[in-house]
């Protein structure tokens, strides 16, 4: 069974690739022409507030800037899983070393990089990066532990992921760690292709797989737990926990956006 591929949470298996030059070369002008843009506006009407209210110029300047270069691609790239209108137009997506969807971690060193390597420098370093590395890698994506792919994919047939019943509530108070992406991948593969297996495989691949996810699992599940059915709650409980910390993440990256830009352009003065 093969590990290859990103395995979204909705059961979507894409087989992924490294993207080729002109595929990521294509998203990227889409992008930054689209950015660029939206800078030039947003700088616009930083000047036009600094017009009006003075002391104010620089700060508003600095937001925009700040904005149209760091929180809205680190936005845009954590809940879209790695992707951008551009790479959506040129159908590549950003993902990690290891196969997995980027996290505002990742996206944060991606965009903070790639105000030197992309805006401050012209894109340069970018370009020479891209062609020395094997995976196509700028060097944003390198300290990220990042990289392009191109993906292709759809449905994969299997059922949803669904929670045992039975299982909902060893699985709520269980402490569950995360798993390995490759194990996860069979563990999900094997959920799905089940079925359609020799039941002598399916029952060997299946103990196989348990005593593997039984190592990041205490307590363990009640004795007698079929091996699908205790595969079936880990990956469950695993997805809504990641997807709580990711909405987690993003409101707390909006709150501190939040009070970022509404910092006062001066120190008020105490006589007053």
Known sequence: MTTQGILTGEGVLLEAEPASFA???LGAALDYSLAAAVLVAALTAADAVGSASGSGGRIAVVVAIVTVLVLIPV???TLSRGRSLGRLASGVRIVRD???PVTVRHALIRALIGVIELWLLLGIPALLASIASPR???LGDMVAGTYAVRVRGGPSGWAPLTMPTHLVGWAQH???ARLPDSLALAARQFLGRAPRLNPASRAELGSRLTTQVLAYVHPWPPAGTHPESFLAAVLAERRERELATEQTRTRRAHLEADAFTRLPYGVPDPTT
């Open 23 to 25: 595929s990521r070369m």
């Open 75 to 77: 936005t845009v790239e």
């Open 98 to 100: 290891d196969g997995g």
């Open 136 to 138: 196509g890698k700028r």
């Open 174 to 176: 269980a402490d569950v």
